[in-house]
């Protein structure tokens, strides 16, 4: 009697320690599956909230005229020195948000080179006479809260890595030897004035664009890096990026990235142009305008107008 007692108080052990092993794998399984959610859901809204800075890096560039359109005093400018259209902001140095007027909202301040590649990002590191790079640390650069003189969002402050090429820079003040004031690489495909060259187009011109994910042809790359910072391939001062995106389960660390494409970029330029060349083809040739041809004359002329003949 006593035996078969034992029995069935082993066997209700065992079966209460079955039952506890299940619940406790249930519980983790779920456990699990509940954090997947919540990272899910954060990871999407971490891409979500790239593309919204994507989205408004390429509205400035397509309003950079619009924008610029005034000076700081709220007076119209001369139509001489209006940028055209298709610019970038410069990068946030310090991360504070705001570009200073001590270097940081003239980002181009050397001379593009495109046999160096390396030359036109924008940070890049060793850079002398730029905000808070000293010659010596690594520049790195975010993606600017605003400006706060034009009213004009991007992102959170010091929150996303950007980089790009640095012929797009709003205010690329060295494109020239001559060092002139308020320099802005022509950005239009069909670049008057220097050939092949500087064609910004990657399938034309001898600089390919950044690489994303081994894809070339981009023109900026925006950066959520994450708790742990820029990964490796992403902080290694190359035009070479790399998402992390299929990671879900290491989101808090991994790197997010979002390109904008040299043909995403002409998509909305072009249209711009296009959808206005009827009005902008008004404006005299002999005109200093961004609509008309570069030359040292008119040194914000981009060559829209002959690249907008070819509008459909
Ligand atoms: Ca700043
Ligand atoms: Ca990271
Ligand atoms: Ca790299």
Redesign the pocket.
Known sequence: MDVCRKQNGFVLMLFIVVVFIVAALWIATQHQRIISLFKTDSYVSDEYELRLVKQRLLNFATLTTELYSTNSSGNFKDSGDMPAPGYLPCPDLDGDGSLSTSGEESCGNYEFDPTDVNKVLVPRPNRSALGACNGVDYCVGYVPERLNNRNFYFAPAGKYYYFFDMRYAYLNTSLDTSKWDDIYTPLSPVTPNGGSALNLDPDVGDFKGLVLDGKSGYIAVIIDAGDDGLNA??S??????ESENTSIFNSDNSDKVIGITFDEWLLYVGNKICTQYDNFSHVSESRLHWFNGYSITNKKGSGWRQWGQLCP
């Open positions: 391939e992403n290694d001062q190359d035009v070479v990026f």
